[in-house]
Nanobody, 113 residues
């Protein structure tokens, strides 16, 4: 059973950047499809980015060209680099496997001036 501890969120102005981290326990980021999800207030949880075992990546259209998913196999940690942030990126962000395992607490990202 995987455990996920997300961090790195915060309040940022539109156009700013944040780098989210996710310490993963109980499953290997190297041997699983890894994902970042987000859930905005009043909305369903949304798959934002994924990284395959082979290293290929996929992104939801709304973040393509702005977000980058990566992993550090040695640290068993996932990252989400978020640039050119927009107010509509405001959400709680979660990392997980695909299919999803148990959920962590997430990290809040708020984009506002």
């Amino acid at each position: 059973q995987g455990q996920f501890v997300e961090s790195g969120g915060g309040l940022v102005q539109p156009g700013g950047s944040l780098r989210l981290s996710c310490a993963v326990y109980g499953v290997s980021v190297r041997n699983n499809i890894m994902t970042w999800y987000r859930q905005a207030p009043g909305k369903q949880r949304e798959l934002v980015a994924s990284k395959s075992i082979g290293g290929s990546t996929n992104y939801v259209d709304s973040v393509k060209g702005r977000f980058t998913i990566s992993r550090d196999n040695a640290k068993n940690t996932m990252y989400l680099q978020m640039n050119a942030l927009k107010p509509e990126d405001t959400a709680v962000y979660y990392c997980n496997t695909q299919p999803p395992n148990s959920w962590g607490q997430g990290t809040q990202v708020t984009v506002s001036s």
